[in-house]
């Protein structure tokens, strides 16, 4: 695993990809990266099962991570279960937090979600992502530029040092109708929550329908993200 990528190196691929599809992108990714490129899979938002989409058919051995908090909605299993034979994907695993719901109420109280969701996520996401991103050089993701302020400048590649991998983001220019048409011209499976007023889409404990975009998780707190991609 690289210990951290050129900052030359980046800006010139930041520079290339600026005017480039992501399906350009992810084919570099693919060529470049190989058995040590992982797309971490949420199974709930759209532009997630773009990039599934678009990574499995060039490579549907490619190393798909899914974070199970233990939280998800059932809806987002489901899509799970219908996307992974629909897309081919053949390489698709699941990482948890190796404290179960009742070890975590008993160490850190109950419903921590409800008084620090950074501890919460940190346990739940942050270090289960850590162990899925092992042995691997790049990740793939689906963040887009237009889904929040936070998310307003995220580069096409960046380096990602609290896991140690080339980020890429082929989707950061695309707005969410260029997605949308995507998955509904290719007829990629996407959650069904998404037709029912959810528009961003993490566990059940921190996400309320009818609120546009990320503002829609951890109601009441100064978060929109859960510490993955910050
Ligand atoms: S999104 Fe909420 S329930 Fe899920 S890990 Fe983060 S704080 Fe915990």
Redesign the pocket.
Known sequence: MPTTYPATEIAALNARFEDATPQEIVGWAVEEFGARLAVGASFGGASGMAILHMAAQLRPSIHVFVLD?G?LFEETHQTMREAVPALGMTNVRSYRSPLTHEEQAERYGSA??MRD?DL??E???IEPNRRALEGMDAWLTGLRRDQSENRADTPIVSWAPKFGVLKVNPLANWNEAQTWSYLLANGVPYNPLLNQGYTSI??Y??TVPGVQGRAG??QGFEKDE?GLHT
Do not use: D, E, I
Request: positive net charge; hydrophobic residues 25%.
């Open positions: 908090t939280y921590l979600w969701p919460c996520c346990l739940r996401k993490g566990c404990n921190c998780r951890w859960c």
